[in-house]
């Protein structure tokens, strides 16, 4: 639904699932994710968004994709991670080794990333996933968003109480 002049745009997703996060690789391919271990594409701009099968019903939390729109990740509740290389059609889990909720994903490349959540929960992995390392954050607080600079050294996370975390060493 569109409204001239106001420019509300309402487009159908095809799920009732709440969503909690969206990516664009650029204005066409966009993933989105949200409860119930739901993840949707679109090649088209948000026009159709089409299903792919996550292999969970963990609600997702965060999605990323690197530049190639092929190799993404997803976190969410119990710890979860999922990961793609085509591009969203087969999603695998990766072992996280934690239970915590996790709020945010970030990728500075297709080998390095990092993960937040409860507990402030940092992880960070430098072989794409493969393993995931739990850094020292210092604190318990829930973190809710992480962001590196193409560098991959500076970053930054937040969360609750007004919480800014800063590293210039890679967490």
Known sequence: ????????????????DQLNSVYFVNGQYGWAVGFNGTILA?????????????????????VYFTANGQDGWTVGFN???LATSDGGVTWAP?????????????????QYGWAVGFNG????TSDGGRAW?????????ELNAVYFTANGQ???????????LTTTTQG
């Open 1 to 16: 639904q569109t409204e001239k002049g106001t420019h509300v745009f309402r487009l159908a997703s095809g799920t009732q």
């Open 42 to 62: 679109t090649p088209d701009g948000g026009r159709a968004w089409i299903r792919q099968a996550s292999g969970t019903r963990s609600e997702l939390n965060a």
């Open 79 to 81: 710890g979860t991670i």
């Open 94 to 110: 990766e072992a996280s080794g934690t239970q915590d909720q996790l709020n945010s994903v970030y990728f500075v490349n297709g």
């Open 121 to 124: 929960t940092i992880l960070a």
């Open 133 to 141: 390392i739990r850094q020292a954050s210092g604190t318990r607080s």
């Open 154 to 164: 500076d970053g930054w996370t937040v969360g609750f109480n007004g919480l800014i």
